[in-house]
């Protein structure tokens, strides 16, 4: 199965700055898609950025110009760089991938998140 193990959340003030990452491991055949997730109290889930295995990229429009993922393949490791930070960007971030762990094995999993909160 695949585990996805994070780091990287904290406090930080408005304007700041955070670095997320998020590791695959486990008995994986492919990862075609990994990206993050966030979710604020009494809201839903929803995308932050997303990397595919051909390179595409998508951001949420509230993210754009702020936010870059990037992805270490070989390390199967995705990050989120998160700059000017605002205070509703507060939530818990969720890395997700997606790929298979055999020929007609699908995955898709979540890791557990971790806490961002920027207050003054």
């Known amino acids: 199965q695949v585990e996805l193990v994070e780091s990287g959340g904290g406090l930080v003030q408005p304007g700041g700055s955070l670095t997320l990452s998020c590791t695959a491991s486990?008995?994986?055949?492919?990862?075609?898609?990994m990206g993050w997730y966030r979710q604020a109290p009494g809201e839903e889930r929803e995308l932050v950025a997303r990397t595919n295995s051909g390179g595409a990229i998508n951001y949420a429009d509230s993210v754009k110009g702020r936010f870059t993922i990037s992805r270490m393949n070989a390390m199967n490791t995705v990050y989120l760089q998160m700059n000017a930070l605002k205070p509703e960007d507060t939530a818990v971030y969720y890395c997700?991938?997606?790929?298979?762990?055999?020929?007609?094995?699908?995955?898709?999993?979540w890791g557990q998140g971790t806490q961002v909160t920027v207050s003054p």
């Open positions: 997700n991938a997606v790929g298979y762990l055999s020929t007609l094995r699908p995955y898709d999993e």
């Open positions: 486990g008995t994986i055949y492919t990862i075609n898609a």
